[in-house]
């Protein structure tokens, strides 16, 4: 299952950078042996100053046809990290040939774009910045692949 994080703005060079591009390289080494993987970066922004609906335009058009949506959103379902890696596992088992983790702006997700995802996700009820979600989420599919592996990264 491709793995794809679609999100508003860019990222540029520095430690978040470091810390997401060591995280996937680990993902894509350790999922591709699990059907998890490759992870594809695809950032939009928008120029025009459309504000949230707009983003979620550019977002829409980036997410692959038929990719399984999953917004990061603080109204979302948190989950334990084993159970993270138990939720990928059963979208790659249900035949999904690919999932998209979608990150908005600043002022977050639209609400029509939020609404028609297939699955809400949240790091809790604190809003965090777009580029340490980036970190984070990069980091717990790492440590999914890794329990779905039986490595010993993720201890409990």
């Not at 550019?58 to 379902?77: C, F, K, N």
Request: net charge neutral.
């Amino acid at each position: 299952m491709r793995v794809h994080l679609c999100a508003v703005g860019r990222l540029r060079s520095g430690p978040e950078r470091d810390l997401i591009d060591d995280y996937v390289t680990r993902f894509n080494r350790t999922g591709r042996a699990l059907g998890l993987g490759p992870f594809a970066e695809i950032e939009v922004e928008d120029r025009k100053g459309g504000g949230m609906e707009a983003e979620g335009l550019l977002l829409s058009r980036a997410v692959p046809a038929g990719a399984l949506t999953v917004v990061m959103d603080e109204r979302g379902r948190t989950l334990t990290s084993p159970e993270f890696a138990e939720q990928l596992a059963k979208w790659r088992d249900g035949g999904r040939q690919d999932v998209a983790f979608c990150i908005g702006g600043a002022d977050g997700l639209a609400p029509s774009f939020r609404q028609n995802a297939d699955f809400a996700l949240s790091f809790g009820a604190m809003v965090w910045p777009h580029m340490l979600v980036r970190v984070m989420l990069a980091e717990q599919l790492y440590r999914a692949a890794s329990i779905l592996a039986g490595s010993p990264y993720h201890r409990e």
